[in-house]
């Protein structure tokens, strides 16, 4: 008797571990199709200089050292209406890729892979650039920032204090060409 309870409660354990893992799996994939949904619009609204919807999406306290979102959307317009004038033209702005959902520090995060083409006095740039994604559970949305500033250390303090990650993204890549 004591064997077969024994046998019955590894089952319903098994059980359990294979449940758990398959509602990881299905949470995961999810995570991953919300955080491309998330940064698509987010690229979207960058074309469309729709700052609102970006800083719906931007990691909360880049808004608070720019001194609130107010300020921000002051800043960021008045540079994109400064650009504009001196020919900066935004041409595309594309989302490439999600990485892998990770779990750290009581919070999901993954990288974005983007891709982004702009004109300007005769030259065209591109660039392949990475966002790092940071899931609200609270709001059920993803916040982003630009990767590259996590190897500027007085920047990431003030940003994510005591940030770690075992996420290993790729370092920035841009070209030119003359027009």
């Known amino acids: 008797m004591i064997r077969f309870n024994k046998i019955v409660s590894f089952k319903i354990l098994m059980l359990l571990l294979l449940c758990s893992n398959i509602f990881f799996s299905q949470t995961n994939e999810e995570l991953k199709e919300w955080a491309l949904r998330d940064a698509k619009i987010t690229s979207e609204a960058t074309l469309k200089m729709d700052f609102e919807t970006v800083f719906k999406h931007t990691y909360p306290s880049i808004l608070t050292i720019m001194g609130g979102k107010e300020k921000a959307m002051n800043l960021v317009k008045a540079t994109f209406t400064s650009m504009k004038e001196q020919g900066f033209v935004f041409e595309k702005a ?10 750290e520090n ?39 920032l630009e990767a590259k500033k996590l190897k500027d250390k007085a920047l990431l303090d003030k940003v994510l204090p005591n940030f770690k990650t075992n996420l290993k993204i790729p370092d920035d890549v841009m070209t030119t060409e003359q027009l």
């Open 106 to 144: 009581n919070e999901y995060r993954c990288y974005i892979e983007g891709y982004n083409q702009m004109k300007m006095n005769g030259m065209r740039i591109k660039s392949e650039s990475y966002l790092l994604g940071i899931y609200s559970n609270d709001k059920k949305i993803w916040y982003f």
């Open 94 to 103: 594309d989302i490439l890729s999600v990485s892998d959902v990770v779990f």
